[in-house]
């Protein structure tokens, strides 16, 4: 399996575009072709070595812990038989039990107990920074690093406090990198992952191509994305550049979303 091609979608939860009828549809397709959800302590040990992964593996991830996840994709995905990854900012959390909001009917946000019956059904719960910066700009606007550091350890230690959960992945925010964050992802996290909506990234105050961020050759692709090889998870990728792609941009619509489904290996 060393040859292996790993598809990862991501998504914000439910949205005027992405309808439940419609996440219904993705993983009706995805379950048709045979795949079977991991999460990121099966592709650790495949990735050293020493675990296998079933014959079409697939990651569902989600950034934000909005309310959505748990109300529409949990009960949605174990239909199918699917678990979620989930990467969580936690600012939102701290501002819904500020202000009481975590007794709203009509919330945003999950509640800490919302959180853990995803955690209970085994969804893995991952880091997203406190307050979810561009990590580009704030590299320029933070040289000394201690915000960026800040960022992490306030989210680390919340879903610690809240969740009992030491993260050991974590999701860049936005479009946005900097060799700093990185660098600090790299000392504290044992995968960094991507997020791709086209074929350009915010980098240490500046652009630059996916393809060249994530060390793939060729091209860039009709559809207005990197190229094929940048958009799947495989053993010789960098651990912290692993890639996403949103269901909301290059495959929405259902043939798309199939075909990148049928290029895994």
Known sequence: ????????????????????????RYFGIAADLGFESIGYERLAAWRAGGGAL????????????VRSLHTHLL?????????????????????????????????????WEELGE?????????????????LSILSREDPTGERLRWE??????????????????????????SRAAEDEVRKRYRFGRLWIIGATYEADGGSIRYADLAGVPGPDEPDGGPPLAARYITKALDAYRLPSMELEKLI????????????AS
Not at 14 to 20: I, N, Q
Not at 89 to 111: C, Q, V
Not at 127 to 134: F, I, L, M, Q, R
């Open 54 to 65: 079933p014959p079409k593996p697939i990651f569902f991830d989600f950034d934000h812990p």
């Open 75 to 111: 009960p949605l995905m174990k239909r199918f038989g699917f678990k979620g990854n989930l990467f969580v900012n936690t600012l939102p959390m701290e501002k819904l039990y500020a202000n009481g909001g975590h007794r709203a009917p009509d919330r945003e946000w999950m509640t």
């Open 118 to 134: 995803l955690k209970a059904a085994e969804w893995g719960i991952g880091a997203h920074t406190h307050t979810h910066p561009n």
């Open 1 to 24: 399996m060393t040859g292996m091609r790993i598809p990862i979608v991501m998504c914000h939860g439910v949205s005027a575009k992405l309808t439940p009828e419609r996440l219904e």
């Open 252 to 263: 929405f619509e259902y043939e798309a979303y199939r075909r990148y489904l049928e290029g």
């Open 152 to 177: 992490f350890e306030t989210n680390d230690a919340i879903l610690k406090q809240e969740l009992g959960v030491q993260p050991k992945d974590f999701a860049f925010t936005g479009t946005s990198w």
